[in-house]
């Protein structure tokens, strides 16, 4: 049981290009989601799914495209990276229906956009 | 609107000392959830507790204790002979039951030296 993986660990893009940041999960959580974490600033929502197929927006989606095509992935996609997305991006995922159950974290990825 | 509070945003201690770290939150949610992550040096987030809004009792878990007061949204966490290995960032979070995900507080840095 690998719990939530995230590819790379760490990346380096120049401004304007594009690239994706993967997230796995095995548990068979429906819900999964994406946060970038600032200094200062804490982490912040991104994009999150509850399912298969649907997704929402979060607190800071601007620059960021998420799909879900299987329950296992949810990847996330900058466009054409600028500086401003230089952070650390943290995928989480959780049962749907247990609003008190614990986000389950990835290892991060630390993203510098130059 | 959910919001959460971390006004400490550094804190340094002794070993050996007590620190308390505080989290106070807002919420129109009658029903809520409160947890506490730990975020070490490596940069993986630890969950380490969970609360929910109709349980105000306290908690004690080996050397960390929390401390949930409705009365005054607070939900504060407390570290007895605090050791170098606590020295991490912690992060408070929140989430109500009509949202599906969770807010963050800013997090505060605990540094303690040996």
């Known amino acids: 049981n690998a719990g939530v993986t995230q590819t790379p660990k760490f990346q380096v893009l120049k401004t304007g290009q594009s690239m994706t940041l993967q997230c796995a999960q095995d548990?068979?959580?429906?819900?999964m989601s994406w946060y970038r974490q600032d200094p200062g600033m804490g982490l912040r929502l991104i994009h999150y799914?509850?399912?298969?197929?649907?997704?929402d927006q979060g607190e800071v989606p601007n620059g960021y495209n998420v799909s879900r095509s299987t329950t296992e992935d949810f990847p996330l996609r900058l466009l054409s990276a600028a500086p401003s997305q230089t952070s650390v991006y943290f995928c989480?995922?959780?049962?749907?229906?247990?609003?008190?159950?614990?986000?389950?974290f990835g290892p991060g990825t630390r993203l510098t956009v130059l | 609107a959910q919001k959460v509070t971390q006004a400490q945003t550094e804190i340094s201690v002794v070993e050996k000392e007590d620190v308390t770290l505080d989290c106070v939150y807002e919420?129109?949610?009658?029903?809520?959830?409160l947890f506490w992550y730990k975020q070490p040096p490596s940069g993986e987030l630890v969950f380490l507790i969970r609360?929910?809004?109709?349980?105000?009792q306290n908690e004690i878990s080996g050397r960390y204790s929390w401390n949930f007061q409705k009365s005054t949204s607070s939900f504060n966490f407390t570290i007895t002979a605090s050791q170098v290995v606590d020295s991490a960032v912690y992060f408070c979070?929140?989430?109500?039951?009509?949202?599906?995900?969770?807010?963050f507080g800013s997090g505060t840095q605990l540094t303690v030296l040996p």
């Open positions: 609360r929910n809004s109709f349980d105000e």
């Open positions: 919420t129109r949610d009658t029903t809520y959830y």
């Open positions: 979070a929140l989430r109500g039951s009509s949202a599906r995900q969770l807010t």
């Open positions: 548990m068979n959580h429906e819900y």
């Open positions: 799914s509850v399912g298969a197929g649907i997704t």
């Open positions: 989480a995922s959780s049962p749907v229906g247990r609003p008190d159950g614990e986000q389950f």
